[in-house]
């Protein structure tokens, strides 16, 4: 079984602009998930969703969302970049369950804002 | 929110040795506790978890410890190899369905093993 697919790998992108990242969950996921990785403040949860559904969100300002679609895949969008979004954004899928159900990540998109 | 603390950030042991890496954590409510292993360019794999109901829970050479009391869980790897060398993170999961699928993170600890 395919893992979680993350794309792009890399992106560079200049102050002020948008990004979308893309995430593919595992097939029969139905729960997708976003966490930003910087070496100052670890892994924070930004958002989950399940059935195209926001469930929670984490504390990051409105400049950053997520939409998920029927085939459980999954967007984040970053609009007017600025150089602290500089960070690694991981997606994870899981079976859904009421709650704690086990996290699966994608290898995650290391975006760079210059 | 829940907070979770995550000692040592750097752990260096020789090959063959055991390691223990410690957390705790805030919120009595927390019932989900997995542990995630980074490798340079990937993103965290789930190694081990444990849920509240158990004290104690292994899978070959890695086994977790959980006290609920004391707000505290440890992960234990016996007999490590080069390959364990990583970053290792401990989680904590809340016990309520408002929170879903969140995860709060530890630090993390940098595992080096030396040969």
């Known amino acids: 079984k395919a893992g979680v697919t993350q794309t792009p790998r890399y992106l560079i992108k200049t102050r002020g602009q948008q990004v979308t990242l893309s995430c593919s969950p595992i097939?029969?996921?139905?729960?997708v998930s976003w966490y930003q990785q910087t070496p100052g403040q670890g892994l924070q949860f930004l958002f989950e969703?399940?059935?195209?559904?926001?469930?929670n969100k984490g504390n990051f300002p409105g400049r950053f969302s997520g939409r998920q679609f029927s085939n459980s895949r999954s967007e984040m969008n970053v609009s007017t970049l600025e150089l602290g979004d500089s960070a690694l954004y991981l997606c994870?899928?899981?079976?859904?369950?009421?709650?704690?159900?086990?996290?699966?990540f994608g290898n995650g998109t290391r975006l760079t804002v210059t | 929110g829940e907070n979770v603390e995550q000692h040592p950030s750097t752990l260096s042991v020789q090959e063959g040795d055991s390691a223990v890496i410690k957390c705790t954590y805030s919120?009595?409510?927390?019932?989900?506790f997995p542990w995630y292993k980074q490798e340079l360019g990937k993103g965290p794999q789930l190694i081990i978890d444990?849920?509240?109901?158990?004290g104690e829970k292994k899978d070959q050479r890695i086994a977790v410890t959980l006290n609920k009391t004391a707000k505290h869980f440890s992960l234990h790897i016996t007999e490590t190899q080069p390959e364990d060398s990583a970053v290792y993170f401990c989680?904590?999961?809340?016990?309520?369905?408002?929170?879903?699928?969140?995860?709060?993170f530890g630090g993390g600890t940098r595992v080096l093993v030396k040969p």
């Open positions: 994870a899928s899981s079976i859904h369950r009421d709650y704690n159900s086990p996290l699966h």
């Open positions: 097939s029969g996921h139905r729960s």
């Open positions: 969703y399940f059935s195209e559904t926001q469930r």
């Open positions: 919120d009595s409510a927390s019932n989900y």
């Open positions: 444990i849920r509240s109901n158990v």
């Open positions: 989680a904590a999961g809340a016990g309520i369905k408002a929170a879903g699928n969140k995860l709060t």
